[in-house]
């Protein structure tokens, strides 16, 4: 059984930073592109970035190029997202996806359950 398993999201200070990981079970991870969305209430889950299998990273909104970060540790079976400088308009639930091509749509075969990142202004 595939599983994703975010972890890491919190209530954190405007400013703060937190890493946000994505486990997998089930399933050789570094075969596999990762994305990370979030989904804000009343918005859209909307595209944060991706890491291919082979480390390649691309990232979604403007807002956070330049202070949000992906990375895979493949020993560990586990991808990170390394969010600095925190803003309140990145209060979002985080979620992973796996699946062979790194893409910014919704089309990933497999997903996480999502984790609760709040920042305070």
């Known amino acids: 059984q595939v599983q994703l398993v975010e972890s890491g999201g919190g209530l954190v200070p405007a400013g703060d930073s937190l890493k946000l990981s994505c486990a997998a079970s089930g399933l050789p991870l570094n075969r596999y592109a990762v994305g990370w969305f979030r989904q804000a209430p009343g918005k859209e889950r909307e595209f944060v970035g991706a890491i291919t299998w082979s480390g390649g990273t691309t990232y979604g909104a403007d807002s956070v190029k330049g202070r949000f970060a992906i990375f895979r540790d493949n020993a560990k079976n586990t991808v990170y997202l390394q969010m600095n400088s925190l803003k309140s308009e990145d209060t979002a639930v985080y979620y992973c996806?796996?699946?062979?091509?790194?893409?910014?749509?919704?089309?990933?075969?497999?997903w996480g359950q999502g984790t609760q990142v709040t920042v305070s202004s």
């Open positions: 996806a796996a699946d062979l091509y790194a893409r910014p749509d919704y089309k990933y075969e497999y």
